[in-house]
Structures are given as structure tokens and as C-alpha cells.
């Protein structure tokens, strides 16, 4: 069973920025969408930005315009890049590959925390 593993989350004043990493232990194939998801505690997780195999970008809107989304579904890897980071970004993130066939793969989160 292969993993997800994520990278890149910590401590940020506002207005910085992060890059979050989201690599598979083995190789997945066939993947239809990859994305980041967060969550606080208490509240459903929510979509923050996913890709297409076929190159098709959505992003929530309260980060359009400050994150970017960027992966290859062959290598299995994808990234965040969060700019003009908010107190409100704060949350734990996690990544997530799913395939044409329904499996469903979640990484275990890393923290983003923004605070002056």
C-alpha cells in the first residue's frame, strides 16, 4: 500500500509564504485529480486547490490569486505554493490523489500556522 507523504508546513508571520510538498511512497497510476485540502479542528475539510491529469486548475476563493497549484500525476508529486499567507490560512493541510478507478489516497497532514 503505497503512502502520501507531505512536507513543508510550519510557523509564518502574515504576508509570507510556503511551499508544501506531497510526494507517494510508490507509484499510483492512472491518477484523475490531485489536491490540497485544510482543516481546523471542528470543521469539515475543505477544498483548497486541485489538477487535472488534464492540466484543469480550481482554486478556492478565498486563496485565488495568492496560492498556486503545480504537480505531475505520472511521478506522483504535487505542490503549493501559498503567498500572502492570512491568519485565517491556518489549518492543517493535506494532500490527496485520487484515480479514474475511485481509490482514494490521503496523506496524515502537515500544519501551516500564520501568526505574528
Known amino acids: 500500500q503505497v503512502q502520501l507523504v507531505e512536507s513543508g508546513g510550519g510557523l509564518v508571520q502574515p504576508g509570507g509564504s510556503l511551499r508544501l510538498s506531497c510526494v507517494a511512497s510508490?507509484?499510483?497510476?492512472?491518477?484523475?485529480?490531485m489536491g490540497w485540502y485544510r482543516q481546523v479542528p471542528g470543521t469539515e475539510r475543505e477544498l483548497v486547490a486541485r489538477?487535472?491529469?488534464?492540466?484543469?486548475?480550481n482554486y478556492a476563493d478565498s486563496v485565488k490569486g495568492r496560492f498556486i497549484i503545480s504537480g505531475d500525476t505520472v511521478k506522483n508529486t504535487v505542490f503549493l505554493d501559498m503567498n500572502d499567507l492570512r491568519p485565517e490560512d491556518t489549518a492543517m493541510y493535506y494532500c490527496?490523489?485520487?484515480?479514474?478507478?475511485?481509490?482514494?489516497?490521503w496523506g496524515q497532514g502537515t500544519q501551516v500556522t500564520i501568526s505574528s
Open positions: 490527496r490523489q485520487r484515480t479514474y478507478g475511485l481509490e482514494d489516497y
Open positions: 510508490g507509484r499510483i497510476f492512472n491518477i484523475y485529480v
Open positions: 489538477i487535472t491529469a488534464g492540466g484543469t486548475l
